[in-house]
T-cell receptor
C-alpha cells in the first residue's frame, strides 16, 4: 500500500515566523512531488512542484526534497494570516497516472 | 477555477435517487479524475480517465460509474445514492506527459448530501 503521511495538526505559527510542513512517502520510485493549499470550503490549489533533490524557492515558499530519506517539506517564510489553510502533499505513483495524497496539515497563523 | 467547470455546485438527494455530476474542461488535457473528500480523510480517487475513451477504477469506485463523453467531459454517476456517499466531489485534470509527473488542477467541487 503506497502511502503519504502528514501530521494532521493543527500547526499554530505566529505571524511573521517560518511555518514548516512535512510529508513522508513510502514509494521509493516516486519522482514528482506537489504541495497544494486548500482553504476551508474551497478546492485544492497547486502552490509548489518539485522533482529533484534539494530546495526549490518561489516567493515566500520553499519546497525541500530528500529522496533518500523519502520526505518532502514546505517552508513558508514571513507567515501571514492569509496562509492559514490546510496543506496537502501529493506524490506521483510510479506505476500509473495516479497521485497519492496525504490527508493534509491544518496550518493556523496567529496575528 | 479557470479551466475546470463542475456542475452542480450543491445537491441534496434522497437515499436511492440517482444523479450525474458533470465535469468539463477547456484546457485540452488528456487525463481527468474524480475524487471525493471527506473530513479528515484527504482526497480519495474514485475513477480516472487517462485519455479519451478509457476509464479506470481508483481507490473507492463502488457505487459509482463514469463516462468520458469526449476529451472535454468526464461525468460521474450515482445510480442509487446512499448516505455514505455524502461528500465533496472534485474533478481534476492533468496533462498527459508520462506517469503522473504533472500536477493536477481542480474544479470548484460539488457538495453532495444524501438524506
Amino acid at each position: 500500500q503506497k502511502e503519504v503521511e502528514q501530521n494532521s495538526g493543527p500547526l499554530s505559527v505566529p505571524e511573521g515566523a517560518i511555518a514548516s510542513l512535512n510529508c513522508t512517502y513510502s514509494d521509493r520510485g516516486s519522482q514528482s512531488f506537489f504541495w497544494y493549499r486548500q482553504y476551508s470550503g474551497k478546492s485544492p490549489e497547486l502552490i509548489m512542484s518539485i522533482y529533484s533533490n534539494g530546495d526549490k524557492e518561489d516567493g515566500r515558499f520553499t519546497a525541500q526534497l530528500n529522496k533518500a530519506s523519502q520526505y518532502v517539506s514546505l517552508l513558508i517564510r514571513d507567515s501571514q494570516p492569509s496562509d492559514s489553510a490546510t496543506y496537502l502533499c501529493a506524490v506521483n505513483s510510479n506505476s500509473n497516472y495516479q497521485l497519492i495524497w496525504g490527508a493534509g496539515t491544518k496550518l493556523i497563523i496567529k496575528p | 477555477n479557470a479551466g475546470v467547470t463542475q456542475t452542480p455546485k450543491f445537491q441534496v438527494l434522497k437515499t436511492g435517487q440517482s444523479m450525474t455530476l458533470q465535469c468539463a474542461q477547456d484546457m485540452n488535457h488528456n487525463s481527468m479524475y474524480w475524487y471525493r473528500q471527506d473530513p479528515g480523510m484527504g482526497l480519495r480517487l474514485i475513477y480516472y480517465s487517462a485519455s479519451e475513451g478509457t476509464t479506470d477504477k481508483g481507490e473507492v469506485p463502488n457505487g459509482y460509474n463514469v463516462s468520458r463523453l469526449n476529451k472535454r467531459e468526464f461525468s460521474l454517476r450515482l445510480e442509487s445514492a446512499a448516505p455514505s456517499q455524502t461528500s465533496v466531489y472534485f474533478c481534476a485534470i492533468q496533462p498527459q506527459t508520462g506517469w503522473g509527473n504533472q500536477p493536477q488542477h481542480f474544479g470548484d467541487g460539488t457538495r453532495l448530501s444524501i438524506l
